[in-house]
């Protein structure tokens, strides 16, 4: 395994994808180099992305500033399958919700990660013709894998050592998925659990052992 490199704006976009970074990293770094620093992980990453492709800090600017021309947000009534999800006055509220539990003919709806995934990748690439039906699909369909489901890695990994059977001998499981998590976030691996890790690193979880 590679170890994580020190940030520095020699690095290259794709070294820089290979690694984990905390959201407070990633702010520390848009601070310093005068980037963007307001937005989701998703965003500050693309944000350094950009800059560490070439583009100057003085042309990257935040995907969040469509915000202040949304002057009215929409009713139920004025919300329909072609409504933009982007400068329309569209949002993930009770109103939003009203409207697809009309559409899905139930008397309640919750509104599902796959969703608002959906509406992040929107603004972060601000795309100004993606749709409610487009909404829709992507709720239909949640296991589509995007550049924001990616910030979730954390969490999966700690899902997938909890299934591993071997992870039933520790004590304390938690703290010992965070062990490993460190190993792989620190290197140039793929960012997800594999038995393996358990099997090569498991002097690193002794004390944890029941």
Known sequence: MTTRPEF??????????????YKTELQQICRHY?????GTKAELTQYIYAFLDGTPPSAIHSVRHYRTKIKTALTTEQISLNTKLLHSGFALNNEARQFFANYFGVSHFSFRKSMAVKMREVARTNDTNTTVSDLIQALQAPSINTFTEQTYQWNHFVKDFCADPWSQNYKQSLKAAAILWRIVRDSDQPKVYQHELLVRYASSLKKFLK
């Open 8 to 21: 520095n704006a020699q690095l290259s976009s794709q070294t820089f994808s290979k690694f984990y970074w």
């Open 34 to 38: 005068a980037l963007p620093t307001y």
